[in-house]
C-alpha cells in the first residue's frame, strides 16, 4: 500500500522532498567527459544512430582527442589503419576502400588543429548529443489496445515511438507539459498540464519496469527543471571554480601553444637554415664542378681556337696562294694576249709574205711563157736555118758536107723545156705549224683555268663555315647571286672561252 502511493505521487510532492531525490546523478561537465568512450561505443555498436558524414566528423575529434595537432611528417598513410572509427553500417554503405576513408578522416582531422584532448572530446559529446537517439532509453510498452509500442525517457521529456522507428516519435510530452507521472501496478499514467489533453495510459511487462521509468523521470525532470532555476551558491561556486579552472587551462593551453608555436618556428628556422646550408652546400659542390668544366672548357675552347688559328693562317696561306694564282693566271693571260698579238701579226707577215711569192710565182710563170715562146722561135730559125742549109747543100756546085752541129759551151746556161708546161707549187709549213703551236697553247690555258676552279671551289667551300653573313657587301651578293645563276658575264668566263677572232687560214 505504502508504495502504491509512493507511486502516485506528483511533481508538487517531488519539489518538498528534494533532498531526498538530490542523490540522482547529475550529468556535469567532467562527467560527459567521462562518458565520452561509452558514447563512442554506443555510436559505433549502433545503438546510436549516427549519419555518415557525422561519423566522420566524430571520428575526426576522436583522432584529435588521441593523436593530437595533426603532423604530416608523423602523421603518415595508413596511421589509422588498426583504429576502429566508423561503424560498419556506415563502411558497407559505400564502396570506398579503407585509405579512402582516413583520407577523409584526415581532412577533417588536419582543421581541428590547436584544439586540447578535452575540448575535442567535449565537441565530440555536442555533436553526439544532437543525434536523435542519444540519451533515450527506450521501454516496451502496450497501449490499451494492446498496441506495441516503444516509450523514451530522455531529457527533454517522454516520447511514443513506433518500434519499427525509433528516430522520430509519434507523440511527445515535454517536461513542462506534464503535470504528473504516476503507476499502479503494471499500469503507467501521463496527465498533461492542459486538462483538454487526454490522460495518457500503458502498460508494462513488469513492475520493477515502471519503477525504473519513474526513476528516470524524476531525475531528468530534476535536471530539467535546476537548467532553469537560478543556481544555488553552491553550484555558483562550483560553476566559478569551473570557470576559473577552464581559464587557466585555456591559459595553459595557449601558453603551451605559444611554446609549441615557438618550438616549432624554431624548428622550421633550423630546418631552413640546414636547407640552406645543405643548398649552399650543393652550390658551392656544383659551382666547382662548374669551374671544373670551364677550365676544361676553356682549354678546349684554347685548343680549339689554337686550331682555328692553324686552320685560319693555313686558309690564309691557300687564299695567297690562290691570290698568286690567279695573279698568275691573269700574267699568262696577258703573255697569251700578247702571243696572240704576235701570231696575229705573224700570219699577217706570213700571208704579205704568201701574196709576195704569189707575184713573183706570176712573174716567174710569165718569164717562163717569155722564154718558151723564145725557145720556139729559136726552134723555128734552127729549122729554117737546116732547111735553108739543106738547099744549099743539095746544089751540086759544093761539095757534100755533113753538118755537125757546134756543142753549146759549157759556160752557156740552159733550160730544161722536156715538160710542156712549167708549175710552182708553194707549201705554207710555218703556217701549219703556227697553227698548231696556237691550238696548243689553247688547250694548255683550259686545263689550267679548270684546275685553278677546282681549287677556287674547294678554298669557298672550307671558309663557307666561317663566313659571317651580316658583314657581306652588296658585291659579295651580287658575286653570290652571278655564281648561283652560273654567270657568264663573269671576266673569268671570257678567258675560259678563247675568241674566235683572227683571220681564217689561207690555203694557196
Given at each position: 500500500m505504502a508504495?502504491?502511493?509512493?507511486?502516485r505521487m506528483s511533481f508538487s510532492s517531488l519539489k518538498r522532498k528534494q533532498p531526498k531525490?538530490?542523490?540522482?546523478r547529475i550529468v556535469t561537465m567532467d562527467a560527459e567527459m567521462e562518458f565520452n568512450c561509452e558514447v563512442k561505443k554506443q555510436i559505433l555498436d549502433e545503438k546510436i544512430y549516427c549519419p555518415p558524414e557525422a561519423s566522420v566528423l566524430l571520428a575526426s575529434y576522436a583522432v584529435q582527442a588521441k593523436y593530437g595537432d595533426y603532423d604530416p611528417s608523423v602523421h603518415k598513410r595508413g596511421f589509422l589503419a588498426q583504429e576502429e572509427l566508423l561503424p560498419k553500417r556506415v563502411i558497407n554503405l559505400y564502396q570506398m576502400t579503407p585509405e579512402m576513408w582516413e583520407e577523409r578522416i584526415t581532412a577533417w582531422y588536419a582543421e581541428h588543429r590547436g584544439r586540447a584532448r578535452d575540448e575535442a572530446e567535449m565537441e565530440y559529446l555536442k555533436i553526439a548529443q544532437d543525434l536523435e537517439m542519444y540519451g533515450v532509453n527506450y521501454f516496451t510498452i502496450r497501449n490499451k489496445k494492446g498496441t506495441e509500442l516503444l516509450l523514451g525517457v530522455d531529457a527533454l521529456g517522454l516520447h511514443i515511438y513506433d518500434p519499427e522507428n525509433r528516430l522520430t516519435p509519434k507523440i511527445s510530452f515535454p517536461w513542462n507539459e506534464i503535470r504528473n507521472i504516476s503507476y499502479s501496478d503494471k499500469e503507467f499514467t501521463i496527465k498533461p498540464l492542459d486538462k483538454k489533453i487526454d490522460v495518457f495510459k500503458f502498460n508494462s511487462s513488469k513492475l520493477r519496469v515502471n519503477k525504473?521509468?519513474?526513476?528516470?523521470c524524476i531525475g531528468n525532470h530534476d535536471l530539467f527543471m535546476r537548467r532553469r532555476k537560478a543556481d544555488s551558491l553552491e553550484v555558483q561556486q562550483m560553476k566559478a571554480q569551473a570557470r576559473e579552472e577552464k581559464a587557466r587551462k585555456q591559459?595553459?593551453?595557449q601558453r603551451l601553444a605559444r611554446e609549441k608555436q615557438m618550438r616549432e618556428?624554431?624548428?622550421r628556422t633550423r630546418d631552413e637554415?640546414?636547407?640552406?646550408l645543405l643548398q649552399m652546400k650543393e652550390e658551392a659542390t656544383m659551382a666547382n664542378e662548374a669551374l671544373m668544366r670551364s677550365e676544361e672548357t676553356a682549354d678546349l675552347l684554347a685548343e680549339k681556337a689554337q686550331i682555328t688559328e692553324e686552320e685560319a693562317k693555313l686558309l690564309a696561306q691557300k687564299a695567297a696562294e690562290a691570290e698568286q694564282e690567279m695573279q698568275r693566271i691573269k700574267a699568262t693571260a696577258i703573255r697569251t694576249e700578247e702571243e696572240k698579238r704576235l701570231m696575229e701579226q705573224k700570219v699577217l707577215e706570213a700571208e704579205v709574205l704568201a701574196l709576195k711569192m704569189a707575184e713573183e710565182s706570176e712573174r716567174r710563170a710569165k718569164e717562163a711563157d717569155q722564154l718558151k715562146q723564145d725557145l720556139q722561135e729559136a726552134r723555128e730559125a734552127e729549122r729554117r736555118a737546116k732547111q735553108k742549109l739543106l738547099e744549099i747543100t743539095t746544089k751540086p756546085t759544093y761539095p757534100p758536107m755533113n753538118p755537125i752541129p757546134a756543142p753549146l759551151p759549157p759556160d752557156i746556161p740552159s733550160f730544161n723545156?722536156?715538160?710542156?708546161s712549167l708549175s710552182f707549187d708553194f707549201k705554207d709549213t710555218d703556217m701549219k705549224r703556227l697553227s698548231m703551236e696556237i691550238?696548243?697553247?689553247?688547250?694548255?690555258?683550259m686545263e689550267k683555268s679548270k684546275h685553278l676552279q677546282e681549287q677556287l671551289n674547294e678554298l669557298k667551300t672550307e671558309i663557307e663555315a666561317l663566313k659571317l653573313k651580316e658583314r657581306e657587301t652588296a658585291l659579295d651578293i651580287l658575286h653570290n647571286e652571278n655564281s648561283d645563276r652560273g654567270g657568264t658575264s663573269s671576266k673569268h668566263n671570257t678567258i675560259k672561252k678563247p675568241q674566235a677572232q683572227g683571220r681564217r687560214p689561207i690555203c694557196i
Amino acid at each position: 500500500m505504502a508504495g502504491a502511493i509512493a507511486s502516485r505521487m506528483s511533481f508538487s510532492s517531488l519539489k518538498r522532498k528534494q533532498p531526498k531525490t538530490f542523490t540522482v546523478r547529475i550529468v556535469t561537465m567532467d562527467a560527459e567527459m567521462e562518458f565520452n568512450c561509452e558514447v563512442k561505443k554506443q555510436i559505433l555498436d549502433e545503438k546510436i544512430y549516427c549519419p555518415p558524414e557525422a561519423s566522420v566528423l566524430l571520428a575526426s575529434y576522436a583522432v584529435q582527442a588521441k593523436y593530437g595537432d595533426y603532423d604530416p611528417s608523423v602523421h603518415k598513410r595508413g596511421f589509422l589503419a588498426q583504429e576502429e572509427l566508423l561503424p560498419k553500417r556506415v563502411i558497407n554503405l559505400y564502396q570506398m576502400t579503407p585509405e579512402m576513408w582516413e583520407e577523409r578522416i584526415t581532412a577533417w582531422y588536419a582543421e581541428h588543429r590547436g584544439r586540447a584532448r578535452d575540448e575535442a572530446e567535449m565537441e565530440y559529446l555536442k555533436i553526439a548529443q544532437d543525434l536523435e537517439m542519444y540519451g533515450v532509453n527506450y521501454f516496451t510498452i502496450r497501449n490499451k489496445k494492446g498496441t506495441e509500442l516503444l516509450l523514451g525517457v530522455d531529457a527533454l521529456g517522454l516520447h511514443i515511438y513506433d518500434p519499427e522507428n525509433r528516430l522520430t516519435p509519434k507523440i511527445s510530452f515535454p517536461w513542462n507539459e506534464i503535470r504528473n507521472i504516476s503507476y499502479s501496478d503494471k499500469e503507467f499514467t501521463i496527465k498533461p498540464l492542459d486538462k483538454k489533453i487526454d490522460v495518457f495510459k500503458f502498460n508494462s511487462s513488469k513492475l520493477r519496469v515502471n519503477k525504473l521509468i519513474l526513476q528516470l523521470c524524476i531525475g531528468n525532470h530534476d535536471l530539467f527543471m535546476r537548467r532553469r532555476k537560478a543556481d544555488s551558491l553552491e553550484v555558483q561556486q562550483m560553476k566559478a571554480q569551473a570557470r576559473e579552472e577552464k581559464a587557466r587551462k585555456q591559459m595553459e593551453r595557449q601558453r603551451l601553444a605559444r611554446e609549441k608555436q615557438m618550438r616549432e618556428e624554431a624548428e622550421r628556422t633550423r630546418d631552413e637554415l640546414e636547407r640552406r646550408l645543405l643548398q649552399m652546400k650543393e652550390e658551392a659542390t656544383m659551382a666547382n664542378e662548374a669551374l671544373m668544366r670551364s677550365e676544361e672548357t676553356a682549354d678546349l675552347l684554347a685548343e680549339k681556337a689554337q686550331i682555328t688559328e692553324e686552320e685560319a693562317k693555313l686558309l690564309a696561306q691557300k687564299a695567297a696562294e690562290a691570290e698568286q694564282e690567279m695573279q698568275r693566271i691573269k700574267a699568262t693571260a696577258i703573255r697569251t694576249e700578247e702571243e696572240k698579238r704576235l701570231m696575229e701579226q705573224k700570219v699577217l707577215e706570213a700571208e704579205v709574205l704568201a701574196l709576195k711569192m704569189a707575184e713573183e710565182s706570176e712573174r716567174r710563170a710569165k718569164e717562163a711563157d717569155q722564154l718558151k715562146q723564145d725557145l720556139q722561135e729559136a726552134r723555128e730559125a734552127e729549122r729554117r736555118a737546116k732547111q735553108k742549109l739543106l738547099e744549099i747543100t743539095t746544089k751540086p756546085t759544093y761539095p757534100p758536107m755533113n753538118p755537125i752541129p757546134a756543142p753549146l759551151p759549157p759556160d752557156i746556161p740552159s733550160f730544161n723545156l722536156i715538160g710542156d708546161s712549167l708549175s710552182f707549187d708553194f707549201k705554207d709549213t710555218d703556217m701549219k705549224r703556227l697553227s698548231m703551236e696556237i691550238e696548243k697553247e689553247k688547250v694548255e690555258y683550259m686545263e689550267k683555268s679548270k684546275h685553278l676552279q677546282e681549287q677556287l671551289n674547294e678554298l669557298k667551300t672550307e671558309i663557307e663555315a666561317l663566313k659571317l653573313k651580316e658583314r657581306e657587301t652588296a658585291l659579295d651578293i651580287l658575286h653570290n647571286e652571278n655564281s648561283d645563276r652560273g654567270g657568264t658575264s663573269s671576266k673569268h668566263n671570257t678567258i675560259k672561252k678563247p675568241q674566235a677572232q683572227g683571220r681564217r687560214p689561207i690555203c694557196i
